[in-house]
């Protein structure tokens, strides 16, 4: 399997927005927390989450091929791990015809991806602008407004209760409380 610093070192290696890098680093957290939530292999969610956009600077123009490069760069490093693959496929199955979410990786994946973006959001409207002052009602305010972060998929966030039997303020605890323990990586 991929170790850690190799899949932070493929991840920089291909993506250049510092943005970016932010976000597959809150994702990454998230992961993590959710893995050990569900009492699963940190290492292996961890590391789906960081990778799962590293292709997306290379594949912007072609949704059809995001997910499917960063797979094809791990299989070609000889560091390709099925459960790591299938979770960052299956993360933008609706566009690179992969399999949808089957397993509770894949589905965290799925879901803290476009959660870690919303809170990301309401953190930059707080006027702190920090991570510590953002509590699960911020987000669940916003969360509501449909106005607000308007490009975020909030039935994708809240499939949390479907696919993963947690309630959202729950879900959207777990992930807070993941970005805030790296708040200094996230630079908020």
């Given at each position: 399997?991929?170790?850690?610093?190799?899949?932070?070192?493929?991840?920089?290696?291909?993506?250049?927005?510092?943005?970016?890098?932010?976000?597959?680093?809150?994702?990454?957290?998230?992961?993590?927390?959710?893995?050990?939530?569900?009492?699963?292999?940190?290492e292996?969610?961890?590391?789906?989450?960081?990778?799962?956009?590293?292709?997306?600077?290379?594949?912007?123009?072609?949704?059809?091929?995001h997910?499917?490069?960063?797979?094809?760069?791990?299989?070609?490093?000889?560091?390709?791990?099925?459960?790591?693959?299938?979770?960052?496929?299956?993360?933008?199955?609706?566009?690179?015809?992969h399999?949808?979410?089957?397993?509770?990786?894949?589905?965290?994946?799925?879901?803290?991806?476009?959660?870690?973006?919303?809170?990301?959001?309401?953190?930059?409207?707080?006027?702190?602008?920090?991570?510590?002052?953002?509590?699960?009602?911020?987000?669940?305010?916003?969360?509501?407004?449909?106005?607000?972060?308007?490009?975020?998929?909030?039935?994708?966030?809240?499939?949390?209760?479907?696919?993963?039997?947690?309630?959202?303020?729950?879900?959207?605890?777990?992930?807070?409380?993941?970005?805030?323990?790296?708040?200094?990586?996230?630079?908020?």
């Amino acid at each position: 399997m991929v170790t850690r610093e190799q899949a932070f070192k493929l991840l920089t290696d291909n993506v250049k927005n510092d943005n970016l890098v932010r976000h597959c680093l809150a994702v990454e957290a998230s992961m993590r927390a959710l893995a050990n939530y569900f009492h699963e292999d940190e290492e292996s969610w961890g590391i789906a989450g960081l990778l799962h956009d590293a292709d997306w600077e290379v594949t912007r123009d072609a949704p059809e091929e995001h997910a499917k490069k960063v797979v094809e760069w791990l299989e070609d490093l000889d560091l390709g791990d099925e459960t790591i693959n299938k979770a960052i496929l299956a993360h933008n199955h609706f566009h690179n015809g992969h399999n949808p979410p089957q397993n509770t990786m894949e589905w965290a994946l799925f879901c803290c991806d476009e959660l870690t973006g919303l809170i990301v959001a309401t953190t930059l409207v707080m006027p702190s602008k920090k991570l510590d002052d953002v509590a699960v009602e911020n987000v669940m305010n916003k969360f509501g407004s449909k106005s607000f972060a308007a490009a975020i998929d909030r039935e994708q966030i809240q499939m949390c209760e479907t696919e993963l039997d947690i309630p959202i303020e729950e879900f959207v605890g777990i992930v807070l409380d993941a970005m805030k323990a790296k708040s200094e990586e996230l630079g908020l």
